[in-house]
């Protein structure tokens, strides 16, 4: 058994959804969440930015004594994974080769779309890992950038004009296309879950990212020894927003107050 707490880490509130499933698969498992709500998104931001921040967001997390870290953040996961890797001497788990994975498994067609921010569309991970595995497969990318931010502000609802209309821009391309799999490359976006499967229609899988990363950390990771493991939330701007609307993502509200670190100085 090893009961060193799981690190994981996102641009902002989007990685909650990894630590949902992680509570549901590996509840006795300590957590670390860091979100770095002060610089939120990272989508928009340029690869050497995004490298930096991540490095900053791995160096707090190691201030703890983890087992692993799991990188619940899309962008960071196309742009920084191999770097982060290579300069850690414990697992790092990002969320695109576990979607790209289940992706290849539900597929039928062959026709895959992947919706993320601008950056990790602009990254290319996903057609890389995709096509390398199955070169015959046809995959439809589409960057997304306003959805982080109408999930950060609530606006997830059926029925709420502003999301549906901006699904339904970014969406059309891709049914289009024909696609059967959507891969959702942002942690952000189950929280769209319901607009986006209404909008595609019921053929068409969606993959959720942040529970794909969760499941490949159950699967390869050393598990805790006890009964039930506790959570400890951390962001780098305005904690009580963050509690209040956490609840939308792990479908359960945080007892405890998020804490505020000053992420610059890591």
Request: glycine share 10%.
């Amino acid at each position: 058994m090893d009961n060193r707490p799981i690190g994981v880490f996102d641009s902002g509130l989007g990685g909650l959804t990894a630590v949902r499933r992680l509570h549901e698969a590996m509840p006795a498992e300590d957590i670390i969440y860091f979100g770095d709500t002060g610089r939120v998104p990272y989508g928009t931001r340029s690869p050497e930015t995004i490298i930096r921040y991540a490095r900053q967001d791995v160096a707090f997390l190691r201030t703890f004594d983890l087992k692993a870290i799991v990188i619940a953040c899309g962008t960071v996961s196309s742009v920084a994974l191999d770097i982060l890797s290579a300069e850690s001497d414990i697992p790092v788990i990002g969320v695109v080769w576990p979607a790209c994975a289940e992706a290849l498994r539900v597929t039928r067609s062959g026709r895959v779309g992947v919706i993320g921010t601008a950056g990790t569309i602009r990254s290319g991970a996903y057609e890389r890992m995709l096509l390398a595995a199955r070169p015959e497969l046809h995959v439809f990318a589409q960057a997304c950038p306003l959805f982080v931010s109408l999930v950060e502000n609530g606006r997830v609802e059926r029925g709420d004009i502003v999301i549906e209309t901006v699904a339904r821009e970014y969406l059309s391309p891709l049914k289009a296309e024909g696609i059967d799999t959507l891969i959702l490359g942002c942690t952000h976006y189950p929280l769209l879950r319901d607009v986006i499967a209404d909008y595609m229609g019921p053929a068409v899988r969606l993959v959720d990212s942040g529970a794909a990363a969760a499941d490949s950390a159950r699967a390869v990771l050393v598990p805790a020894g006890r009964g039930h493991g506790t959570t400890r939330y951390f962001v780098s701007d305005d904690p009580a927003s963050f509690r209040q609307l956490a609840a939308l993502f792990l479908h359960e509200d945080i007892t405890q107050p998020a804490d505020l670190i000053e992420i610059s100085g890591y």
